[in-house]
């Protein structure tokens, strides 16, 4: 999916739905704490999920249940900060490229989303389920959604959902498992990018987080630089890091690439 937003802070339960970035650097919404920790995305993530597993577009789920996925404590803030996000993801809506009609705008809830005994109940608009195909979201590890305190572990949910989704756009292309740091970075705000730093702590900053962060994906998958370790900057932000699955993400290739060939000659 071709995205580009701008983004466009959640003005509260009574505003009117708001244009936003839920997953590029500096438009992530909602407030400081969310542009480091994407909790909005996460608990869209865990919609999609469930959507998946259930094959039904209106999504019922335990607010206990995403305090486990997520990791977080049962408590007033954590169940303050789902409710956000819930309402959030209800109200916002995004743009994407569509090759024949240009540049258009989804919704992602229908904008009944509500918590009734603690139950969220969710319910993806008809402009948003048109863009997941049959129904069926990227597959991704669940211990991805558990960011907890570690600094490096909101940067592994953004870097892990955006190898992902690499991973399922190119499923029939030779690079599937080959991804650009720079991609990357651009759908990673846990990460400063470059012109954020003022005193240009590059390899703190940026390429060591980036770095961590991948290692610590290691029960899912392993990585490496395309080539040899960047020595600049430059070098780092032009290289590609290659994926070696541990656990491979697709088990019928053969069918999914076929149902996107299908796909693909409609249009």
């Known amino acids: 999916m071709a995205c580009m937003f701008s983004g466009k802070d959640y003005k509260g339960e009574k505003g009117s739905p708001q244009v936003a970035d839920l997953f590029h650097k500096n438009d992530i919404g909602l407030n400081i704490k969310e542009k480091a920790s994407g909790s909005s995305l996460q608990l869209m993530v865990i919609f999609l999920s469930e959507m998946t597993r259930t094959g039904l577009t209106n999504v019922e789920i335990s607010i206990e249940k995403v305090l486990s996925l997520r990791g977080m404590q049962d408590c007033s803030y954590s169940r303050k900060q789902i409710r956000q996000d819930l309402l959030y993801l209800d109200k916002v809506q995004f743009k994407y490229y569509n090759a024949k009609k240009g540049w258009m705008i989804a919704r992602i809830g229908d904008g009944n989303a509500c918590i009734n005994k603690d139950m969220l109940y969710f319910q993806f608009s008809t402009s948003f389920l ?57 759908c990673c705000p846990a990460i400063p990018a470059y012109h954020e730093l003022k005193h240009r702590q590059v390899d703190q900053r940026i390429i060591e987080p980036f770095g961590k962060a991948l290692d610590r994906c290691g029960p ?48």
Not at 150 to 167: D, G, V
Not at 241 to 261: F, G, Q, S
Request: aromatic content about 12%; overall charge positive; some cysteine.
């Open 220 to 267: 899912y998958f392993t990585w490496e630089y395309e080539r040899s370790e960047p020595a600049t900057y430059q070098d780092f932000i032009d290289s590609r890091v290659r994926v070696k699955w541990n656990i491979e993400p697709y088990t019928d290739t053969k069918r999914l690439i076929k149902a996107k060939a299908k796909r693909r000659s409609r249009k």
């Open 130 to 186: 048109p863009l997941i195909p049959a129904k069926q979201y990227m597959p991704l590890p669940e211990s991805i959604l558990h960011t907890g305190k570690n600094e490096n572990l909101p940067a592994r949910f953004f870097l892990t959902w955006r190898i992902c989704q690499h991973k399922r756009m190119n499923l029939d292309r030779p690079n599937a498992d080959l991804v650009s740091v720079r991609s990357l970075l651009t």
